[in-house]
């Protein structure tokens, strides 16, 4: 068999393994092309951040496969079992790679691809082992046969193994000079622009003099019970996020909104209703008058155009969800990710208990946002308890899973405030409209990993499907 694979590696040099069967398991190997097709690219990502290439697979069968995919990966091309059977057949190297037929065969033998960093784990393994076997039996061969001097023997020899070890490590870790310079670049920007926002808006002043804006590589938690607004409020942020104040020198960011819930036109008419201060709730319900067609086609022609794109898919995975950031941000960088809500992307493994599935969710969003060094804004449910208790909600109600909370770099959590609170505040019931329609709310910023946590009270007009500072009332409610 080892001299079959040697026959193989065509113009490539064969491996010296001596006589016995080289490490390796095929069945990892077939795992992991097969994820490698069905996730539309997550896999690949994962095993380039490895450095994991064709040589990697000990099978030429799949190391064709694999190279087929890795160029459409390259090409920022869809990596599927269509486009990689294509990619051999045009390159003559179909039936070499044992056809459409094996690769359909594999495919089929993956109903999920959770255990693809298990399978890119065997493959990487047995290949190290094969690569120590080969410089072993060659470093033997070469101190049989030594003629030159022993120190240089000793010198290839090291080197060779070196080689192995330092491709099995991966390159993530940096000097300190990068992250210094981009630290005082910072520092230089804080300076020169004084207290202004420095990332991402949020649109609300109290809660950016807290977080100076959502950063790059930060996961942002905005969690609340159901009907207290989180769609509105994370709506207030892209809108933020689009419409930079004019004095700020930012240009409108660049937002993919994933919705599992509600349909995209129903969200844009949120963001209409909001930008031109219409009353949704007496727009379905009368005919508008002249005044309000206007504001709302004014609002309209404000939205066209802008780098908005909105997935109203639901029944994501998180693979496919990332899969599909890959994709937009490398057509054109993307600067802000929203993901409505947590609790309704599938699991890889629906097998697993539901908290160990949202935790893989939570894990991977915080991935996200380091990959693409964008913040990522997730909408999460609280469960019942603080209801049930009668108390403030906080970061353990977070509905299935305690992983969020510490994956988090930030999270907001809306509330109704206490009686005592509305009482000391000179409000009304936290439940009871003012008469602009506006209900009080309190934001917890429960967690802040680079800042201070402060609660900062708000007003909810879910007329407007919109939250405002309560110094700042809206101009018109209808």
């Not at 459409?72 to 599927?80: A, C, F, P, R, T």
């Not at 008058?289 to 022609?301: F, S, Y």
């Not at 629906?350 to 996200?368: D, F, N």
């Not at 899973?401 to 005592?420: C, F, H, K, L, Y």
């Amino acid at each position: 068999m080892a001299e079959k694979y040697q026959k193989r590696n065509r113009k490539e040099a064969a491996p010296n393994y001596g006589d016995r069967v080289p490490p390796h398991n095929l069945d990892a190997e077939r795992g992991l092309i097969a994820s490698v097709l069905i996730d539309g690219g997550e896999t690949m990502q994962r095993c380039q951040s490895e450095k994991v290439g064709k040589e990697y697979f000990f099978d030429p069968k799949h190391q064709d496969i694999f190279a087929a995919a890795e160029k459409l990966s390259k090409e920022n091309s869809g990596i599927d079992e269509i486009t990689v059977t294509d990619r051999l057949r045009r390159e003559g190297l179909l039936e070499s790679a044992g056809g459409a037929t094996y690769i359909n065969e594999i495919t089929g033998l993956v109903a999920s691809t959770a255990h693809a960093p298990h399978w890119l784990q065997i493959v990487r393994e047995k290949h190290f082992l094969r690569c120590l076997i080969s410089t072993a039996v060659t470093t033997v061969e070469k101190a049989h046969a030594h003629s030159d001097d022993i120190q240089r023997l000793l010198e290839d020899v090291e080197q060779a193994f070196f080689k192995i070890s330092e491709d099995r490590v991966s390159d993530s870790a940096v000097k300190i000079d990068k992250p210094i310079d981009e630290a005082m670049e910072m520092v230089q920007r804080i300076i020169r622009d004084g207290r202004s926002v420095q990332g991402i808006p949020s649109g609300f002043i109290e809660l950016d003099q807290l977080t100076f804006g959502f950063q790059g590589g930060q996961m942002v938690i905005v969690a609340a019970r159901p009907g207290m607004g989180k769609t509105s409020i994370a709506l207030n942020f892209i809108e933020a996020a689009l419409f930079p104040k004019p004095n700020s020198n930012k240009v409108p960011a660049n937002v993919l909104l994933f919705s599992l819930e509600m349909p995209a036109r129903e969200l844009a008419l949120r963001l209409l209703c909001s930008r031109a201060r219409v009353n949704m709730q007496k727009l379905r319900s009368a005919h508008p008058d002249h005044q309000t067609q206007v504001d709302l086609v004014t609002a309209a022609n404000e939205y066209r155009g802008l780098p908005l794109t909105v997935d109203d898919n639901g029944g994501q995975t998180i693979l496919e969800i990332r899969a599909k950031c890959r994709r937009m941000h490398a057509q054109r960088k993307l600067d802000l990710i929203v993901i409505d809500y947590i609790q309704l992307i599938n699991g890889l493994d629906s097998s697993l208990p539901r908290e160990q599935q949202i935790a893989e969710v939570s894990r991977s969003i915080k991935a996200m946002a380091k990959e693409f060094n964008v913040p990522v804004i997730a909408l999460a449910q609280l469960n019942r308890k603080s209801e049930d208790e009668g108390r403030q909600p906080k970061m353990s109600d977070l509905r299935e899973s305690g992983s969020i909370e510490q994956d988090a770099d930030i999270v907001m959590i809306i509330s109704r405030p206490t009686a005592s609170q509305s009482k000391a505040a000179g409000e009304g019931d936290a439940e009871t409209s003012d008469g602009s329609g506006c209900y009080h709310r309190q934001l917890i910023v429960a967690k802040n990993r680079n800042g201070p946590t402060h609660d900062i009270n708000l007003q909810w007009n879910p007329g407007l499907t919109r939250f405002d500072t309560p110094a700042r009332e809206s101009s018109r409610d209808e």
